[in-house]
């Protein structure tokens, strides 16, 4: 008699880590937020004619850059802050799913206070 093989290990996968972006110096790292698609009166516009956002959530921040001294300069917004951007300003990136961008401090136009 011919002895059965046991059957082979399954290997688990391992958990997927979420990469975390940690900006130098005075950038800072944004999640645009989305243009609405429809129109107050109801009409929708299409991906062709979206203009880009100009508008975002600040999702982490650099310590900020040295001034001629070598002392740090303070950026002025926070994580979780929604700030307006320069139009095509930044770095564009997609990361585990998601989009960011990377701007630097001075592209920040104003901060959004609801």
């Known amino acids: 008699m011919a ?6 290990a399954k290997a688990t996968p391992a958990a997927k880590a979420k990469t975390t972006l940690v900006p130098l110096a005075d950038r800072v790292v944004i999640t645009p937020l989305k243009q609405e698609e429809v ?4 009409l929708v516009i299409p991906d ?20 001629d001294n070598g002392k740090r300069v303070p950026i002025d917004v926070v994580k979780g802050d929604r700030i307006l951007y320069a139009k095509y300003t930044g770095t564009e990136i997609k990361l585990d799913g998601e989009e960011y961008i990377v701007l630097n401090d ?5 901060k959004l206070v609801v």
């Open 3 to 8: 002895a059965k093989a046991a059957p082979a």
């Open 106 to 110: 001075k592209d920040i136009l104003a």
């Open 39 to 42: 129109t107050a009166s109801g």
């Open 48 to 67: 062709t004619v979206k203009e880009k956002p100009q508008q975002g959530e600040v999702v982490a921040v650099g310590p900020g850059r040295l001034d």
